[in-house]
């Protein structure tokens, strides 16, 4: 059994003793999906960095394969760091604006010296073109003239070149439309069964995460405060926070629900439950950091009161 | 809004056109005055040096189209082998000016922290000083001849490209596709030439174009001052300083070289808003809603 | 009779490249006090829609058809017409308050400008003003709010404000640019919230330009899809998004993670280049020969308005309604 990730993470940014990733810890399993919800500020993005060593945590070890990530010297790194890779939310900025798309492509290879001759390059390259649903026009053109989306599959392509195993997706789709959204996903789990590779998705639209995960967990200001299966959690949210998310999630199905006001500040207890200001359920318990507690086999939550 | 946006820059194309027509009026100019100055030997009446003692001060006539000088020099031949010293400093100086900066100001912005500080420190030292007479003060050190005016006009250019590349370097380096490159393991070398430099050249251009202006108009003015060559080497700026004292009498001798400057630099001035134009609004995203 | 009324809105843009067409031949009607959702994905041109209401588009905008607000025609107005009209009568509220709130003034300062012109209110007065319009709008301490600059603000708190601006003028008509653009599932539904406050506290009808289809659910009584510069259906928001006639309209929803995100195959036409005959016909499933070549005139088809041949499955094209028949079933 094969353990792909397992993180204990705590990152602090210098200046501030600010700790915008406090404490994770979590495990995704080879083929594996799982989702990470939360909102903008919450520390998932610093997440999905400091899992791929882009930042370096502060405190804690990533464990991909058996070895740690966070601690690795530069050269093991380079070995993996085709193995482990992100896609990030602003297809604007994915791409080298000056370079045609077939050079972004075969970019990633020719770095890390994968293929050695030009024909070989461009058959990979026709391959790749085929899984994410592109074709041969593409490739002479410039990134400004693709659609959002289009952009998202050329960095799926990117990325698919060096046969990843784990890839972590930072709101890959929250910029494209609806219809785009659906074929860009659909792509992600495509290629998820054809190659075995496990996601750790971010998102903040708890419907696709629910789409596309197999566990989800909950962030809040740096920590995770409910984890388990999906449907276990979305049907049966136990922390306050994760009952408020999907109460205030405008699901298409409830949409005439009156949406709770919810007055989100950027302040954060140091001590303590750092959701306890907001909570309608605080209490002095909550002077305590609470810790991650099995309420049902595989689905944790930290609250006091569960 | 987006929508606006484009139509907003549909409308920036139409006002570009206007202003292109300067450009292109620019560009031909100055293409004009490359041509003058490599077919010089063919182009010009007489040698630049050739004195004819007998008809010296003489006004415009059809031997001398632009008249004689104070020793019968044909003044147009004098500017016309001017063009070359004129294109030459300013290309020379603006090439090296640019190629410092870029350097100084790609390390600064990539690496940040002590490099950025040092580097950026130097720049506020030099721009502490009023770059023409800083130029002028090394120039008159140095002593004179071409090449140290070359040195100080380039010693105190570069300040400006650095400051520019340190900026645009670090609002690229936050990209994606820079980051991205990063972790699969890409050298910085690589990452500041492939990724950073193509991406951050566009204000280089700009300022470099309305850079050889500034130059040709400084090497000018120190030629005036007594810098630079020394005759019989014609310099249009020397030239304006010889025929000073004789403006009432042969205004001639300083009317052309200051016409042959001031086209020059308008020119470059005129390219140079052009480029700015037309790089700017493209930089901005194309999408309608 | 309607508040607002489109009439056969062409919007042309004439650009370097071409002709950009980012409405063609628009036709609704927006009621007093009710909120029509204009749904519909990039590129399909429904900001500029909104934009040719207020005819805040660039010179090189050739607006034609009509536009009647309270029976003047908005297209015919002229300079002091207009701005009357815009802010007072018709308010804009922008996308991404971010970058439409002016970093370097207060925001009571921005609040009590729109009273000031708007209203004539004098400064003094303006400023309690905008304290009692952040506390109706139940921004917390509105007091302390008033004297503070944008970036103080969290982004839930910046759209208010950005809201009390824009009512300022005590408008009868909101256009809602993509208020929800790019927020984070907390933050938008803070914004529906203000939204839905908005209409029903001050009676404002409002035009929600969205390509949120969540979000146009929430707060809609009608709504109209567009795609590639045309309506393609049009009616009552429940009929529209529960039982969908159009097949492009049928196709967002199902790509809606909700209904299984099954995507509709093939791209979005650019606006310089659209397909001829029925806009959608090339990504659709009952896509024949006659969607190629003829464009479908807008047809009642279960009590919504559509524009497709083969909408009621019947196999057979409709007919071709008379504006007269139009009218009437206008809701």
């Not at chain 1, 890779?85 to 791409?95: K, M, N, R």
């Not at chain 2, 010089?40 to 004819?52: G, K, N, S, T, W």
């Not at chain 3, 909408?311 to 139009?326: A, F, I, K, Y």
Request: with cysteine; net charge negative.
């Amino acid at each position: 059994m094969e353990n792909l990730s397992k993180s204990y993470t705590t990152g602090i940014f210098k200046k501030q003793q600010f700790k915008a990733v406090d404490d994770v810890t979590f495990t995704i399993a080879p083929g594996e999906t799982l989702g990470l919800v939360g909102e903008s500020g919450c520390g998932k993005s610093t997440l999905a960095r400091a899992i791929l060593r882009l930042i370096t945590p502060s405190k804690g070890r990533v464990f991909f394969k058996g070895r740690d990530v966070a601690a690795a010297g530069t050269r093991e790194l380079n070995k993996i760091r085709g193995k482990m890779q992100i896609i990030f939310q602003h297809p604007e900025t994915a791409l080298n604006p000056r370079l045609r798309i077939y050079d972004s492509i075969t970019e990633p290879m020719r770095i890390q010296n994968v293929v050695s001759d030009r024909a070989e390059e461009r058959e990979r390259v026709s391959a790749l073109l085929e899984q994410v649903g592109l074709y041969e026009e593409h490739l002479t053109r410039y990134p400004h003239e693709l659609s959002g989306g289009q952009i998202q599959r050329v960095v799926l392509a990117r990325i698919l070149s060096l046969h990843p195993e784990f890839i972590v997706a930072d709101e890959p789709t929250s910029m494209l439309d609806v219809s785009v959204q659906a074929q860009v996903l659909n792509i992600f789990k495509e290629i998820q069964q054809k190659y075995d590779i496990s996601y750790l998705f971010i998102s903040h639209d708890l419907e696709v995460v629910r789409w596309m995960s197999d566990c989800m967990a909950v962030m809040y200001k740096g920590r995770i405060v409910e984890i388990g299966p999906t449907e276990e959690v979305y049907q049966n949210p136990q922390h306050p926070y994760t009952t408020l998310l999907v109460d205030a999630f405008i699901s298409f199905n409830n949409s005439q629900n009156e949406s709770t006001e919810i007055v989100m500040s950027h302040e954060i207890r140091p001590e303590g439950c750092r959701y306890a200001p907001f909570c309608s359920a605080a209490s002095a318990a909550c002077d305590e950091v609470p810790e991650l507690k099995e309420v049902t086999r595989g689905h944790y939550a930290a609250c006091r009161h569960v | 809004m987006a929508s606006a946006a484009v139509a907003v820059e549909r409308n920036l194309t139409f006002i570009q056109l206007k202003k292109n027509k300067l450009a292109i009026i620019g560009l031909l100019i100055i293409s004009l005055l490359v041509i003058v100055a490599v077919f010089a030997p063919v182009l010009a009446p007489h040698h630049p040096y050739e004195q004819d003692l007998d008809r010296v001060m003489m006004a415009p006539c059809s031997e001398y189209p632009f008249g004689t000088d104070d020793f019968g020099r044909c003044i147009l031949s004098r500017i016309i082998f001017g063009t070359r010293i004129s294109l030459a400093i300013g290309l020379i100086v603006t090439a090296i000016s640019a190629v410092a900066g870029i350097i100084l100001g790609m390390l600064a912005g990539f690496y940040g922290g002590v490099i950025d500080e040092v580097i950026m420190r130097i720049v506020d030292i030099f721009l502490a000083f009023p770059g023409l007479i800083l130029a002028l003060v090394i120039a008159g050190l140095l002593g004179p001849g071409m090449f140290n005016v070359l040195f100080a006009l380039a010693l105190v250019g570069w300040m400006g490209y650095a400051r520019v590349v340190r900026g645009a370097v670090l609002a690229e380096k936050e990209k994606s596709f820079v980051e991205t490159a990063m972790s699969l393991g890409a050298s910085d070398l690589y990452i500041m030439c492939r990724h950073l430099l193509p991406n951050v050249i566009a204000p280089v251009i700009v300022m470099a174009t309305l850079g050889i202006g500034h130059t040709i108009l400084a090497a000018a003015g120190l030629s005036f001052l007594g810098l630079g060559a020394q005759p019989p080497i014609p310099v249009w700026g020397s030239m304006l300083n010889d025929g000073k004292q004789y403006l009432q009498t042969a205004p001639y001798m300083t009317i052309f070289p200051g016409l042959a400057i001031m086209i020059t630099v308008l020119s470059f001035n005129f390219l140079g808003d052009g480029l700015r134009d037309i790089f700017d609004p493209r930089l901005k995203e194309k999408s309608i809603e | 009779m309607a508040l607002l009324s489109i009439r056969n809105l062409t919007t042309v843009f004439h650009a370097e490249e071409g002709e950009i067409k980012a409405c063609d031949q628009v036709s609704m009607d927006i009621p007093a006090g009710k909120t029509i959702g204009l749904i519909g994905e990039t590129g399909c041109g429904k900001s500029v829609l909104g934009m040719s209401i207020l005819r805040l588009l660039p010179r090189n905008a050739v607006i034609r058809g009509e536009i009647y607000y309270k029976d003047q025609d908005v297209l015919k107005m002229n300079g002091d017409q207009l701005q009357r009209l815009r802010g007072n009568e018709i308010a804009l509220l922008p996308q991404s308050p971010s970058t439409s709130l002016n970093p370097v003034l207060k925001i009571g300062f921005q609040i009590a400008e729109g009273l000031h012109l708007h209203r004539k209110t004098k400064w003094e007065q303006a400023w309690e003003k905008a304290v009692e319009m952040l506390d109706f709008l139940k921004l917390p301490e509105p007091e302390k709010r008033v004297q503070e600059y944008p970036h103080q603000l969290s982004g839930g708190m910046k759209q208010r404000a950005l809201a009390a601006a824009s009512i300022t003028g005590n408008p009868s008509l909101l256009i809602a640019d993509e208020p929800t653009k790019g927020l984070d599932a907390v933050l938008r539904a803070q914004v529906v919230g203000v939204l839905r406050q908005l209409a029903r506290e001050t009676g404002a009808a409002m035009l929600l330009i969205t390509h949120d289809l969540k979000v146009a659910a929430s707060l809609c009584d009608q709504i109209a899809v567009m795609y590639a510069g045309e309506i393609l259906e049009q009616g009552a928001a429940e009929q529209v998004l529960k039982d969908p006639v159009h097949p492009y309209t049928k196709g967002l929803l199902a790509s809606l993670p909700e209904h299984g995100l099954h995507p509709i195959p093939g791209y979005s036409p650019s606006l310089l280049d659209v397909p001829a005959g029925c806009k959608f016909h090339q990504r659709c499933s009952l896509a024949r020969d006659l969607c190629a070549e003829k464009c479908p005139p807008l047809q009642i088809i279960n009590g919504v308005q559509v524009r497709c041949f083969f909408g009621d499955q019947s196999g057979e094209p409709q007919q071709e309604l008379h504006n007269r028949d139009l009218q009437e079933a206008a809701v």
